[in-house]
């Protein structure tokens, strides 16, 4: 371990879905695998008192709309259905309250997106469980990418990338209407001499009129927790990139090493400086790994051979496809990827040529073996030092703050990980004892923050906040 790594105390949420095997297509054949429980409310339950035990900071649940059709397609569903690749999968914000009635203060992050839904009810939603959980929500805001899923939602195709950014602008801006600047945050007094519940002069209308929303108000719900939940995202494209830097609190990133996404964080911290006027060190940015450990490196490496031997590389080639919108199917068993006129196919194999040196020749199947095991994100394979190791390199090459952990069998690679790993982790002095605030909310943990439970002042939702003892006329305006 070098002598310059910093104590920065490592942010960890468990990734995972409500499918079975997630980005490791295939690996629900494991026989200790119990992925498939994802039906099983015990299953959630149990993992999230395990979780939290371990002092988690979160369970980070993404979701899709629709399948994973375009590897041997079009439209075909084959390959992602017999395979198990995300499919099938089911509504990831029904089990956080089941999670949270049995826990404390481990995080719940959920994904919402900004594409098929009004905002008017995701703000309903999303306070009622941030309410449900005591504060302990957070919505990973994405604009979707699956055309699979438009056509189904009523579109005829995907919109347009930039386009659905735009859309997503202005929803959150709605959301943080309803959710700060509708109801003062005494608004409901419950006054039984009176026969007060609500008093009227503390609620009031937002009427945003905007390019694609009219939503009059006011707020369906009274003042949650957080009232604004954390808002997570994980898009790094140019138009990503600045949604991020204005409104994201934590940012996935994820790439086969620390030199693929440290460009990212640090154009996203200096935009968020310089464009939003945010500390661009408050964005937390988790990097996507999914750790193979074993007491030995040997056993490690035997346990990550085993994996390989059980995914399925039509299902990891579904999953790309989906992810990319590319069919590598076109492509012959044989062909060398690297020497493809498609940027976008020699750009990622290059990425993970330089990672995994050892193959001399990079073919769809070599693409879809790599998935097989972590998706597109690390997979370091080793002893708890080696693995510890890799984080530490990542914190200090890519400016990270901590991991979104991809698990290869569930719950077998979060039961290494707190056995194994974190014990390293905090003999080096980078993971906590406890959580920093004990039952509080979802933010006070994320950032060390207790007290924390609302937006920092300098995110865009705090400027919305009607707070208590505020009359209306000076209160701030939602303007539009």
Known sequence: MAESAPKKSLILNAFVEMCSGHQSPGLWRHPEDESHRFNDIEHWTELAQMLEKAKFHGIFIADVLGCYDVYKGPRNQGPATVSGAQWPVNEPMSVIPAMAAVTKSIGFGV??????????HLARRLSTVDHLTKGRVGWNIVTGYLDSAAKNLGYAQLPQHDDRYAVAEEYVKVAYKLWESSWRSDAVVLDREKGIYTDPARVREINHEGKYFNVPGPHICQPSPQRTPVILQAGTSKAGKTFAAQHAEAIFVAGMSPASVAKNVAEIRELAKTEFGRDPK??????????I?????EEAVEKFKYFRSLGSIDGALALFGGWTGIDLDTYAEDEELRNVQSNAIRSAVEGWSKAEPGHAKWT????????????????????????????????????IDGFNLAYAIKPGTFIDVIELLIPELRRRGLFWDDYAAPKGTYRENLFQRPGQSGPPADHPASKYRWNAGVDAADAPVPSN
Not at 111 to 120: F, I, K, L, S
Not at 282 to 291: D, E, G, V, Y
Not at 366 to 386: C, D, F, Y
């Open 111 to 120: 994904t919402v997106t900004t594409t098929y839904e009004q905002p008017y």
């Open 364 to 399: 769809k199947s070599t693409v879809g073996q790599h998935i097989t095991v972590g998706g597109l994100g690390a997979t370091p394979v080793g002893t708890p030092q080696q693995v510890a190791d890799v984080m530490e390199r990542w914190v200090n090459e890519a400016d």
């Open 282 to 291: 408050s964005i937390k940015f988790l990097a996507l790994l999914c750790p």
């Open 293 to 297: 450990l074993g007491k030995t490196e």
